[in-house]
């Protein structure tokens, strides 16, 4: 069964779990909805009877929009997980608060009214938050070949829950079917525990990110405006409002001729039960094996087509024969090919719209125009039925009119999407990662085929990204002229794509293997092996080849498979072959290119297979003379995870030049080098460059336990280190919105850089007193050269100092409840903007601040320097008790090592009283500067 599954739906290793998890999820969601369905319609006609429906319309059009905007504001501070068990728990227990009003045989008009409406908006809510997780579970790649199989499980789920009802409403009775509902939405709380535990969390901790980075790049024009601007959105938008439209008359009129013909309260439900699964059947059916043919030969365009056409087929066989047949044909063409071939066009047909419009434009369309439509349809059907007593012929008629202008409305969208097609793909403007759906339209196709024999080389490399999970033999003639490209880039592409093809280009891969690049021997022997009939037997032949080139990309082959392929790691034995490489590289064997290139690939390959037999090799490679082997070391280093090249890598944390990728190899381990990186921050010994650059590593890890580490490190912390903490806690909070900040630590950090601020303000005022004192004549004797570079020193750190606290104030402020853009945004306008810029940002910070720091900042910002502030009254330091007689030892109790060196260099210049034992305490301190500068204090005291 899993290897038909496997072949049938593309199901990969590690994914069928996540895969039938998901299929279960919404196989049971579904089918509770079209168990739920039935027992609302029922209810509803048999106590109301059809003359309300348009009543209920457009009331679930006004609640069910009040409620998406509510909920979406708690979807918005609430993690998925828990917002989506949330809301199945209070639906469960308001199902069995429903039968238990229902046993008792409770039927008020507005206790009907109010469930009608509420499975209108639990059927909204239970399926958006499954297509949610569901991008969590998979990503894009997976998506496009899963959710097939997924939405399988919706159809499936139709078509029991609608049999079901069936079958079991005339037995148990309507209102006890309720129960069902209850188990299978019971069921689903526990599906979504544990694929959340095993998939969906560390997925979503990541992409919050990548959702922030959208929303902030994406445009600021409403999605109103952005429809009205493009006419392509315009037709779409109008498309998705008539079709909702028509809908909801299809189902009055299904609904009141059903009325007419069925009295008996239970045979009603059973009736809809049936019907609603047949339409699943048939949407299934058509889904299988009509969509994708109907799209690869005739193009989006005749599919848009269909559903109306249906549609209009049943409408007039309703306006000449009101029965309950013609009602049926009309209720199922409309169902089963909007859920099929009208679905799979639309996808399509907006995919051409960049992402972020597309975002935007979605919801508007899925919330504003679904429930205008529907509230539309709802005071149409007023007018007709209550105000002109029409009967069904004539909303049939109406129906007629509606469909019509929705054919014109598809043929106009028809040509404005081919156009936009060409368009998107000249300015590669649709998104390659959020694309789900096949490229199986005939007019699309036609386009790419345009591009693919061509010769615009990223035009050619952005349809084959495309193309990278289609399966078309129209475009086999354009890849077998491709392999032929100039471009490396090009040929690698295709090899890549062409391997999902049976009609295989063996003997084009086999001349690549012998002259191409590393890159493209690399992709041809993947091929190769793919269309082998003993691909070990192929990979192991290039192993052993006399040509280094080929042996050095079947090597890299090789441990590319057992990256994706653990299992294969005994039975390709790479190790002998790289110690034989690796001997002859020592002897000089290959020249300086060969060489050079053969070591990075040597590292790399350690680094991707993780075999620890070769470590000895990368140890050795990671001092190799040249930086690149350096460099490709180091990241290889990263992927091992060993805390032996865990604290190697920590060394070259000191090396300029190598810096930035021992950051990115550290952070490559995640957590397991947290405890590593923890040590040597607190290390007093290790050195102040490695202790620098660890705040910037951890930031990149992005894990709860880091920002705890951060916390905890930041007391004891020197100003450059300090500096470096209060940054990384800063990228934390923007890159990883999930992780705690708490509250109470960081308004405690808030209120000691207050104090900091304060005390080296207070301190900066008394030294610059002193030194006019001297200045003026009113201390003696008066100051040397020496004395006022000494006084200039320290003045200039203290303004750096106060500067520095100001910022990381700000970064505090970012942490709390504040919002971290608009402080930097406020900050950086203070600080180098405009006259109205800073008069602005000063305003904002003046309606957000409490009342205490609002007190103490504004004063800063609002003074045009600081010798402005030091000079005038208007701010105040009666909190600090920093006074003449401790100004210095203060700075000297402190762990800012730089200003202690400036205090103690100015004390002895100036020969000014002061603490001796204070200074004498610091003469065996840990930092030998500070060691020499105390004992120069004191022996210019003598």
């Not at 319309?57 to 929009?65: D, E, M, P, R, S």
């Not at 309720?178 to 535990?197: A, E, G």
């Not at 601040?849 to 910002?861: E, G, N, Q, V």
């Amino acid at each position: 069964m899993h290897k038909l599954l496997s072949r049938v739906f593309d199901i990969r290793e590690g994914e069928g779990l996540r895969a039938l998890l998901m299929f279960s999820y919404i196989f049971l969601l579904i089918a509770s909805l079209l168990i739920i369905k039935p027992v609302r319609n029922s209810l509803f006609l048999t106590r109301f009877g059809v003359e309300q429906l348009p009543y209920a319309f457009t009331l679930v059009a006004i609640l069910a929009a009040l409620v998406t905007v509510i909920y979406s504001k708690f979807a918005n501070h609430i993690r998925l997980n828990r917002l989506i068990l949330s809301a199945t728990g209070i639906i469960i227990a308001q199902l069995l608060g429903f039968w238990t009003l229902l046993h008792f045989e409770y039927s008020a008009g507005w206790f009907i009214y109010f469930f009608y409406v509420w499975v209108a908006i639990f059927a909204v809510i239970i399926t958006s938050q499954f297509w949610l997780l569901a991008n969590y579970v998979f990503n894009a790649r997976e998506a496009r070949r899963l959710f097939g199989f997924v939405g399988a499980g919706a159809i499936a789920g139709g078509i029991l829950g609608g049999y079901l009802t069936k079958f079991f409403a005339a037995i148990v009775g309507t209102a006890n079917l309720i129960l069902v509902c209850v188990f299978f939405l019971s069921i689903c709380m526990v599906i979504i525990q544990f694929v959340w535990k095993i998939s969906a969390r560390n997925n979503y901790r990541e992409r919050m990110q990548q959702q922030k980075r959208l929303q902030q790049k994406s445009s600021e024009k409403s999605a109103l405006s952005l429809i009205f601007r493009s006419k392509h959105l315009s037709f779409l938008a109008s498309i998705v409002g008539i079709s909702v439209l028509v809908a909801n008359l299809v189902d009055y009129q299904f609904n009141a001729i059903a009325v007419e013909s069925i009295t008996d309260k239970d045979e009603l439900t059973a009736f809809f039960g049936f019907w609603l699964s047949n339409l699943s059947i048939f949407s299934l059916l058509i889904q299988v094996f009509f969509t994708s043919r109907i799209l690869k030969y005739f193009g989006v365009g005749t599919s848009l087509f269909i559903l109306p056409v249906g549609v209009l087929t049943g409408a007039i066989l309703i306006i000449f024969n009101p029965a309950l047949w013609a009602a049926i044909l009309m209720k199922v063409s409309e169902g089963a090919f909007k859920q099929s071939v009208n679905k799979a066009g639309l996808e399509l047909v907006s995919l051409p719209i960049p992402a972020a419009v597309k975002n935007k434009v979605k919801t508007f369309i899925d919330v504003f125009i679904d429930n205008f439509s529907t509230g539309l349809s709802g005071l149409l059907l007023i007018i007709i039925t209550l105000g002109f007593k029409l009967h069904i012929g004539y909303i049939s008629a109406i129906s007629v009119v509606l469909i019509f202008i929705w054919l014109y409305l598809n043929y106009k969208l028809k040509a404005e999407y081919v156009e936009s097609f060409r368009t998107a793909i000249e300015q590669r403007s649709i998104d390659l990662e959020t694309q789900t759906v096949n490229l199986d339209d005939a007019a699309v196709i036609d386009s790419m085929i345009k591009v693919l024999d061509g010769k615009n080389e990223r035009r050619i490399l952005y349809v084959l990204d495309l193309l990278e999970n289609v399966k078309n033999e129209r475009f086999l003639p354009y890849f077998r002229k491709l392999i032929a490209h100039p471009s490396s880039e090009v040929k690698v592409k295709v090899l890549s794509i062409i391997s999902n093809y049976d009609n295989d280009l063996v003997y084009e891969a086999a001349a690549l293997l012998e002259s191409g690049s590393h890159e493209e021997r690399v992709a041809a022997l993947h091929h190769l092996c793919k269309h082998s009939l003993d691909p070990i037997a192929t990979l192991e032949k290039a192993l052993v080849h006399d040509d280094i080139h080929v042996q050095n990309s079947a090597i890299m082959c090789a441990a590319m498979q057992m990256e994706e392929n653990p299992s294969l790691i005994d039975k390709i034995a790479i190790a002998p072959i790289v110690h034989k490489i690796q001997v002859k590289l020592q002897k000089n064997t290959y020249n300086f290119e060969d060489k050079i290139h053969t070591k990075i690939n040597i590292v790399q390959v350690i680094g991707m297979a993780n075999l620890e037999e070769l470590y000895p090799i990368l140890r050795e490679l990671l001092d190799d003379a040249n930086m690149n082997v350096q460099i490709a070391a180091i990241m290889s280093a990263g992927k091992t995870c060993s805390e032996e090249f865990s604290l190697k890598l920590l060394q070259f944390l000191d090396a300029p030049r190598l810096r930035k990728y021992a950051r990115e190899a550290l952070a490559e381990c995640g957590e397991d080098n947290v405890e590593i990186l923890t040590k040597a921050l607190q290390d007093s010994d290790s050195p102040p460059n490695i202790k620098i650059a660890i705040p910037r590593v951890l930031a990149l890890i992005g894990t709860q336990a880091v920002v705890n580490v951060l916390f905890d490190a930041l007391d004891n912390a020197d100003q450059p280190v300090r500096r470096q903490i209060v940054k990384a806690l800063s990228n934390l909070h923007e890159n990883f919105p999930l992780l705690n900040f708490n509250g109470r630590i960081v308004q405690e950090k808030i209120w000691q850089e207050q104090m900091a601020y304060l005390d080296n303000f207070a301190i900066l005022s008394i030294h610059n007193t002193i030194v006019k004192e001297f200045v003026k004549g009113k201390r003696k004797p008066p100051l040397s050269a020496a004395a006022l570079q000494a006084s200039s020193l320290l003045e200039k750190t203290l303004r750096e100092r106060l500067d520095d606290s100001l910022k990381r104030l700000f970064r505090f402020l970012g942490l709390s409840k504040l919002e971290g853009n608009d402080l930097r945004n406020a900050y950086k306008a203070i600080h180098g903007g405009h006259s109205d810029a800073r008069a602005n940002a000063i305003e904002y910070l003046e309606n957000v601040l409490d009342s205490d720091l609002k007190a103490f900042i504004i004063p800063i910002i609002e003074s045009p320097s600081l010798d402005n502030l030091l000079s005038g009254q208007q701010f105040k330091t009666k909190n600090t008790s920093i006074t003449r007689k401790n100004c210095y030892n203060k700075i000297l109790d402190g762990n800012d090592n730089w200003l202690k060196c400036c205090t103690l260099y100015w004390l002895a210049a100036s020969k000014i009283s002061f603490d001796v034992a204070h200074v004498q305490s610091l003469v065996n301190d840990n930092d030998y500067k500070i060691c020499q500068s105390a004992q120069f204090a004191l022996d210019q005291m003598k």
